[in-house]
């Protein structure tokens, strides 16, 4: 009889252990100080346009491993896809482009901030308000997907 909770006990701290590990038992990516910028859902605008709106995630992805690796993709549950995007000045007009990927160098730090790099969340299937979480999985090109909660301010 005694056996039974010793299992169930190691079963829990298993699950646990598994679940709250962001970085996945596979990766050398650690995510840091990641956050999605406010953003309103928009409304239709006629009836080629559908509704959504766009937002924005930022953060820090350390690699702590020996060999570059790339941010290749996402998902997230407040958006129908994700982007990788870049900003860049043209003359007096900031600019965003998609990108393929965005390498993390083996040893180095990669940093999203407003007015660079960062994940784009492309229409938007809720308002994004101060103090909401978002969940958004990360994929790469060579470690384990992360999957993280993210703080919306």
């Not at 596979?26 to 559908?50: E, K, N, T």
């Not at 702590?64 to 407040?78: F, I, K, M, R």
């Not at 600019?95 to 790099?117: I, Q, S, W, Y």
Request: contains cysteine; proline residues 7%.
């Amino acid at each position: 009889m005694r056996a039974f909770p010793i299992l169930v006990l190691s079963c829990a701290v298993a699950v646990f252990a598994g679940s709250s590990n962001a970085q996945g038992a596979d990766s050398f990516i650690q995510v840091q100080d990641a956050w999605a910028r406010q953003a309103p859902m928009m409304p239709p605008m006629g009836h080629m346009h559908a509704a959504g709106g766009n937002g924005a995630v930022y953060m820090s992805l350390r690699n702590t491993g020996q060999e570059t690796d790339a941010l290749v993709g996402g998902s997230s549950d407040a958006a129908e896809s994700v982007e990788l995007h870049e900003t860049m000045r043209e003359g007096d007009v900031m600019r965003m482009r998609p990108v393929t990927k965005l390498e993390v160098p083996a040893g180095g730090v990669l940093e999203m901030k407003p007015g660079g790099l960062h994940v784009m969340l492309i229409n938007l299937k809720r308002d994004l308000r101060p103090g909401d979480r978002i969940h958004v999985t990360l994929t790469f090109e060579r470690g384990a997907p992360v999957s993280l909660e993210v703080p919306v301010r």
